[in-house]
């Protein structure tokens, strides 16, 4: 029983972790994030030995960077053959549009199919305190959603946004934009350093398409029984 709505994340530094963690979790699950640290100490072979494993991956490495720098990192690490890779939204329009148009260019030119490109919108940790230090004047949602309808005018799949925004997020881009949820907690967990925060169930129901999950699943005494567990609460929302 796997949903592939639920994307685990494979935040630890060793391979041999990542295997270990991987095949515990089994045919329960098949959506994998990579994120920073297993990339920046594994590389590539994280990605190969994943798509072996007949796995999805989200690549998380929220490139933030010049336009030309942006695009032209997405295009090679789209060689590795990830699923969904993303940006920063910060980053502005051109550099989405400049990411997106060029991934979409050098696809077609290697006959190969286009990973969906996400934008990440405001940071699920970012809590009121550090908004107010970055010297915003909107309110954090008010923000996320520009951030959204700024990537999906240049061309981009979908968000990364706290569940706590989706539901204004599909208002403001329409049903086909991808929604990806990182700051999720089953009622009860420990809710690390996140703090914008919802359950499985509800986060779906406000119109998330992706739950990314990490601590609540890996540090969980027998984590094939936590992913388990949130599975059976998503499968209340379809
Ligand atoms: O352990 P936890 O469930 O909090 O993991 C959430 C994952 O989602 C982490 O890998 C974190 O980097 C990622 N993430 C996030 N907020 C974002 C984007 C990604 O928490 N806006």
Redesign the pocket.
Same mark, same amino acid.
């Given at each position: 029983m796997s949903d592939d709505r639920l994307i685990v &994340?494979l +935040?630890v530094h060793k391979f041999s972790d990542m295997e270990k963690l991987v095949h515990t979790l089994g045919d329960s699950v098949s959506y994998y =994030?990579v #994120?920073m640290e297993l990339f920046y100490s594994e590389g590539a072979k994280v990605i190969s030995f994943l798509k072996e494993q007949g796995k999805s991956i989200f690549l998380?490495l =929220?490139l933030h960077d010049i336009p030309n720098t942006v695009a032209e990192g997405l295009c090679s690490l789209m060689v590795q053959g990830a699923d969904i890779m993303n940006v920063h939204a910060s980053g502005g329009y051109t550099m989405m549009k400049t990411a997106a148009d060029r991934l979409h260019e050098k696809a077609s030119e290697m006959g190969i199919p286009c990973p969906k490109l996400i934008a !990440?919108t /405001?940071?699920?940790?970012i809590n009121q305190e550090d908004w107010a230090g970055l010297g915003m004047s909107s309110s954090i949602g008010e923000q996320v959603v520009r951030l959204a309808k700024l990537a999906q005018k240049a061309g981009l799949d979908g968000v !990364? &946004?706290s569940p706590q925004e989706a539901a204004a997020i599909r208002k403001a881009c329409g049903p086909d934009f991808l929604i990806v949820t $990182? #700051? /999720?907690r089953p009622v009860g967990a420990n809710i +690390?350093d996140?703090s914008r925060i919802a359950a499985p169930a509800s986060a779906l129901a406000n119109g998330a398409t992706h739950l !990314? !999950?990490?601590? $609540?699943i890996?540090s969980a005494e027998d984590p094939r029984a936590a992913a388990e567990a949130i599975i059976k609460e998503m499968e209340s929302v379809k």
């Open positions: &994340a +935040d =994030k #994120g998380d =929220k !990440v /405001i940071l699920t940790s !990364v &946004a $990182p #700051g /999720i +690390d996140q !990314v !999950v990490g601590r $609540p890996r």
